[in-house]
């Protein structure tokens, strides 16, 4: 291989190596804003095992947990899918679950 294809290949790999950890840091500061947030139940809650919310048919089909008002939840990740928002939280026996925008809560910081 000459020294030119060399430091082409190198600087084509520091490139790469420099994209892929911007794309790992946005990732992590992402991650870092949502978990700002908690989550205040006003009302009946159902907490999902699913990323993707039930249809109107099946709303207690996956329900790993009902939660009544008051109680509060850490956020781990906001989810914005085509056609909802989940937050994914941290329930009080440490499982984990999704609750959807427009159920009975309120995100604040």
């Not at 490139?15 to 790992?24: D, P, T």
């Not at 990732?27 to 908690?38: G, L």
């Not at 899918?81 to 941290?90: K, L, N, Q």
């Amino acid at each position: 291989m000459t020294q030119t294809k060399r430091n082409v290949l190198i600087a084509i790999l520091a490139i790469a190596a420099a994209g892929i950890g911007i794309a790992i840091a946005l990732v992590v500061v992402d991650v870092h804003e949502d978990r700002q947030y908690n989550v205040k139940v006003t009302g009946t809650l159902r907490v999902y095992e699913a990323q993707t919310p039930p249809d109107e048919n099946h709303k207690t089909e996956g329900v790993i947990q009902v939660l009544q008002p008051g109680e509060q939840l850490r956020v781990l990740r906001i989810v914005r899918g085509d056609t909802y928002d989940a937050v994914r939280v941290e329930l009080k026996d440490g499982r984990t679950g999704y609750i959807f925008l427009g159920d009975n809560f309120e995100l604040s910081r």
